[in-house]
Nanobody, 127 residues
Framework: QVQLVESGGGLVQAGGSLRLSCAAS????????MAWFRQAPGKEREFVAA????????YYVESVKGRFTISRDSAKNTVYLQMNNLKPEDTAVYYC????????????????????WGQGTQVTVSS
């Protein structure tokens, strides 16, 4: 298992931008699919974005398409979530997650399919 530490959260006005970072420890980072989830107060944890181990394929929840971009820098063992045009409904604790890459084209997005989690970072978007 890799250890994951998120950073970059904060308070921003609607329409603003933030970039979240997730630093991973361990030598197997390049073998991990990575994802971002979020959880707002009183709501279930929600899938936000993911990319596969080689970064060639990305996935997004419909509500963030065109605004958020997930990327990874394997040299730095870091995955990023660039968030633009933020909205108040994006307010949540954001979690980084990882798993050893699945074979083939199957790429489930559910939280149960990710075994490594960070502690979360708060993102608050004011209107």
């Amino acid at each position: 298992q890799v250890q994951l530490v998120e950073s970059g959260g904060g308070l921003v006005q609607a329409g603003g931008s933030l970039r979240l970072s997730c630093a991973a420890s361990g030598r197997t980072f390049s073998s991990y699919d990575m994802a971002w989830f979020r959880q707002a107060p009183g709501k279930e944890r929600e899938f936000v974005a993911a990319l596969n181990s080689n970064g060639a394929s990305t996935y997004y929840v419909e509500s963030v398409k065109g605004r958020f971009t997930i990327s990874r820098d394997s040299a730095k063992n870091t995955v990023y979530l660039q968030m633009n045009n933020l909205k108040p409904e994006d307010t949540a604790v954001y979690y980084c997650a990882g798993r050893l890459a699945y074979d083939g084209s199957w790429f489930p997005h559910g939280a149960a399919h990710f075994g490594s989690w960070g502690q979360g970072t708060q993102v608050t978007v004011s209107s």
